[in-house]
Every structure is written in structure tokens, then in C-alpha cells.
């Protein structure tokens, strides 16, 4: 896979952790929303050290499409039948709140930071997205119903959110970073307490807040219950046309599009990890038939850990781990969430109120329809016929002929070919035989 946004670039390098330091706060996981947390600490004046497994950014971040908008699906009727307007306006408020504050920090980061309308179309359901500009007007945003879209097709409707962004995420990342106390190569492997070992040191903290895309801790909060991962690919092509705008299809597992500098960038082929799904043929289907003269430069999959009410989970990691916080469960929209964290995790490990808190929080109810489909592939893959086991909790690994990798249904561990850990939350690599 060739990925776009680490081309060209020349990452900030850190130290090793050897030995033993001590620190108010503790961030592991050195993605988007690990960077925001340390550095949203520091701007507080809280002591702060990050610890990245492996390279800051190198995860999942550099494979987002990093889209800047409130704009998340059809989600806000959503919230309102299941949380009541109060807790989606919260929700709402919180992204558009995140997207603000992302332009300030690209004044002094460069990244180029480009506003751009957000579009969410359809090809059929226009009353869908017709309830769904209402529901978003309602809760205090004039989100504009259209059928007017810069899409070589025609659409049956569209909701626009004027006022939204896009930039570039590791040039951001990488400036953000400097100046942070960050150690790299850092893998945590136990924490005790507040208290974290790696394999050549420890980090003593009062806080620790777990950014690692996936909560690795399983004896807590359940998380391995409440979060599925879902990959997607995307290809980037020259001598396409500029849309304008980022736009994405409001049907289940649809195309989603953005430019930038020249390049158009076609994401889609969703699926669950470990699960068949349609790959890179649906972006290079959808790119033949509406831009048959452009040209595929770039190509990569991505995976976002997708929680089970659309929400993700923001706070106390579980009432059985004092002082210890969480931010996951993304779903396709981690550029604003990750800040949207960072806000609400720093007032919390500060002992402030913090008012979009409620609406993330990680101890609400998990009875939906979508914490059965996890129980159930769980379930299922457990009694799979196999010795090939993902090091996490043992469930049956998949062979994903498209990556040349071992993919887990369950909770989204991947390895490559001879075993080696790809994606958490396994945490060390699993024993595949040789042949497939």
C-alpha cells in the first residue's frame, strides 16, 4: 500500500523510554487524539508524557482522509430518538466547537488547512436527508437542503454544512508534536494503577488517559463487547476535477470523496475487518465510470474502530479503574472527535466540568441491536476449526487475500503473513503456520 499524507515528509524523532520518570498525566497512544490530549495538557499547564508504541502518527492516522466537519452521516436524528436534542445538540456543538479550534492551531501549524463545504448525499432517499437537515437545524446548525451537488450525477438530495474544513493530518500531527514530551518505540505493556511498564522502563503518573485506537485493557469496561473495526480503502487520482467540496454517499458503506493539491481522493469498499467485503474494486469502479481520464497515483486501506450507537466513548474508562480515561470508538470521523477529546479529557483529569462530557460517555447503556452482531461473530469465530488464534483473546484469524494479512472478525486485530501484530488491540504477535 502507498499512503499519501507520510510522503515527503520528515517526522519529528523522540527517545526511547529507559528507566523511570514521573509525570501528573499520562497519554498512550500517539495518534491524532493522543497529540491533542498532550498538547491541549501542556497549553493547560499540566504535566504531560505521551507513549507511542512505535512512530507518533503511524497508526491509523495516516491513513484517514482527515475531513473536518460535524457532518457525521445521518447521525444527529439518530442521537435525538435514542439520547433525546439536548444530548445531540451537546454532541453537535462538540464537533463544530472542535473544527473551530483545529482552524486556530492551523494559524501557527502548517497543514494546509483548506475550509470546504461538507456534503452528504443520496441517490435515493431524499426524505432521509431531508429529516436529517431539519434535525440538524433544529439543534441550532443551518445545515442547507439541496439537489444541486458538484458530482457528475444526479442525486435525489444532499445536506450541505457550510463552514467545515480539511488539512493535511501528519503535517499537523508532526507540528503539534514538537515541543511535547513524547517517547517513541514505547510499547506499554501492564499498567498497575496509574503506574505503566514498557519493556525498558516505567512512566509513574496521578492520570492516565488510553488513546490507542482500540482500548487495550480487557478486563475493564468491556470494550471488546462494545467495538467492532471496520476497514476501508481509498485511491487518490490525478487529473481528476476539484468537487469543491468533501462529499460523502449517505447509503451504508458509500463512496466518500475530497481533494487535495491536485489529487482526488475516493474511499469506500467498507467492511467489517476480517470479514469479505468489497476492497479497492468499489473506489476504482466508482473512479472508471465518473472519471474514466484520471489516474490512480496512491492506494491504502484504513480501519476505523466504530462503536455501538454511532457515539463514541469519551471518559472514565470504567468504574473499576480510578483515574484512568479512554477516548475511542470513532467510527469514520476521528479528525474532530480526537479534539473533541482532547477538550473533555483535559478538563476531567483536571477534576473540571466539562460540558459536552455527557454525551460521550463510555458507561452508558450498551443494549442495541449491534452489541448482539458482536456477540454473535464473537461467538462464532470461537468455535471456527483452526490453530491459526489471534494473541488477543483467542478468536479464529482470517486470511484477507486483498492485504496478505490475518485479520481477526472478532475485535479487529490484524498480523501480517508470518504472524507479526499489524493493528491493535492484540498487543504482541500470533503463531500462523507457514501456507494458507
Same mark, same amino acid.
Given at each position: ?12 524523532n523522540f527517545p526511547t523510554l529507559r528507566g523511570e520518570v514521573e509525570t501528573e498525566v499520562l497519554v498512550i497512544g500517539g495518534g491524532m487524539a493522543g497529540i491533542l490530549c498532550a498538547l491541549q495538557l501542556q497549553e493547560a499547564g499540566i504535566s504531560c508524557v505521551l507513549a507511542e508504541g512505535k512512530r507518533i502518527g503511524g497508526g491509523i492516522t495516516k491513513g484517514t482522509t482527515a475531513v473536518l466537519t460535524a457532518q457525521h452521516d445521518t447521525l444527529y436524528q439518530d442521537l435525538v430518538k435514542r439520547f433525546g436534542a439536548e444530548k445531540a445538540r451537546l454532541y453537535l456543538n462538540a464537533n463544530l466547537q472542535a473544527v473551530e479550534r483545529l482552524r486556530t492551531l492551523s ?83 501492564? +499498567?498497575? #494503577?496509574? *503506574? ?6 516505567? /512512566?509513574? &503518573?496521578?492520570? !492516565? ?122 467510527? +469514520?470521523? #476521528?479528525? *474532530? ?6 477538550? /473533555?479529557? &483535559?478538563?476531567? !483529569? ?87
Amino acid at each position: 500500500m502507498d499512503f499519501l499524507w507520510p510522503k515527503g515528509l520528515t517526522p519529528p524523532n523522540f527517545p526511547t523510554l529507559r528507566g523511570e520518570v514521573e509525570t501528573e498525566v499520562l497519554v498512550i497512544g500517539g495518534g491524532m487524539a493522543g497529540i491533542l490530549c498532550a498538547l491541549q495538557l501542556q497549553e493547560a499547564g499540566i504535566s504531560c508524557v505521551l507513549a507511542e508504541g512505535k512512530r507518533i502518527g503511524g497508526g491509523i492516522t495516516k491513513g484517514t482522509t482527515a475531513v473536518l466537519t460535524a457532518q457525521h452521516d445521518t447521525l444527529y436524528q439518530d442521537l435525538v430518538k435514542r439520547f433525546g436534542a439536548e444530548k445531540a445538540r451537546l454532541y453537535l456543538n462538540a464537533n463544530l466547537q472542535a473544527v473551530e479550534r483545529l482552524r486556530t492551531l492551523s494559524q501557527r501549524i502548517p497543514c494546509d488547512f483548506e475550509e470546504r463545504p461538507s456534503v452528504m448525499y443520496s441517490l435515493r432517499d431524499r426524505p432521509l436527508l431531508e429529516r436529517e437537515a431539519e434535525t440538524v437545524r433544529s439543534l441550532g446548525f443551518e445545515a442547507e437542503f439541496t439537489t444541486e451537488t458538484s458530482l457528475p450525477f444526479p442525486v435525489a438530495g444532499a445536506v450541505r454544512y457550510p463552514g467545515m474544513a480539511q488539512f493535511h493530518p501528519m503535517k499537523f500531527l508532526y507540528g503539534a508534536a514538537r515541543g511535547l514530551h513524547i517517547y517513541e518505540n514505547t510499547f506499554i505493556q501492564t +499498567l498497575d #494503577g496509574t *503506574t505503566a511498564y514498557s519493556e525498558h522502563g516505567r /512512566i509513574r &503518573a496521578q492520570k !492516565v488517559i488510553i488513546t490507542t485506537h482500540y482500548p487495550f485493557l480487557n478486563s475493564r469496561g468491556l470494550y471488546f463487547m462494545k467495538l467492532y473495526q471496520q476497514r476501508s480503502y481509498v485511491i487518490a487520482l490525478e487529473n481528476a476535477p476539484d468537487l469543491g467540496c468533501t462529499i460523502e454517499d449517505a447509503a451504508e458503506n458509500g463512496i466518500y470523496l475530497r481533494n487535495y493539491q491536485g489529487l482526488l481522493l475516493i474511499g469506500g469498499g467498507d467492511h467489517r475487518t476480517g470479514k469479505p467485503g468489497g476492497g479497492f474494486a468499489v473506489p476504482r469502479a466508482f473512479a472508471r465510470r465518473y472519471f474514466p481520464n484520471a489516474k490512480e497515483k496512491y492506494a491504502w486501506a484504513n480501519q476505523d474502530c466504530v462503536s455501538l450507537d454511532g457515539a463514541p466513548y469519551i471518559g472514565a474508562y470504567s468504574a473499576g479503574l480510578p483515574n484512568v480515561y479512554v477516548a475511542s470508538g470513532f467510527n +469514520l470521523w #476521528g479528525m *474532530t472527535t480526537s479534539m473533541a477529546a482532547a477538550g /473533555i479529557l &483535559a478538563d476531567l !483529569v483536571s477534576g473540571r466540568k466539562n460540558p459536552f462530557a455527557p454525551a460521550f460517555r463510555p458507561n452508558r447503556s450498551a443494549l442495541t441491536g449491534q452489541l448482539f452482531v458482536n456477540m454473535g461473530t464473537t461467538l462464532l469465530d470461537f468455535v471456527t476449526p483452526t490453530t491459526k488464534r489471534c494473541s488477543h483473546l483467542g478468536c479464529a484469524l482470517k486470511w484477507n487475500p486483498e492485504e496478505h494479512s490475518w485479520d481477526c472478525p472478532c475485535h479487529g486485530s490484524r498480523f501480517d503473513e508470518h504472524g507479526k501484530l499489524i493493528d491493535n488491540p492484540a498487543g504482541k504477535d500470533s503463531h500462523v503456520e507457514a501456507g494458507l
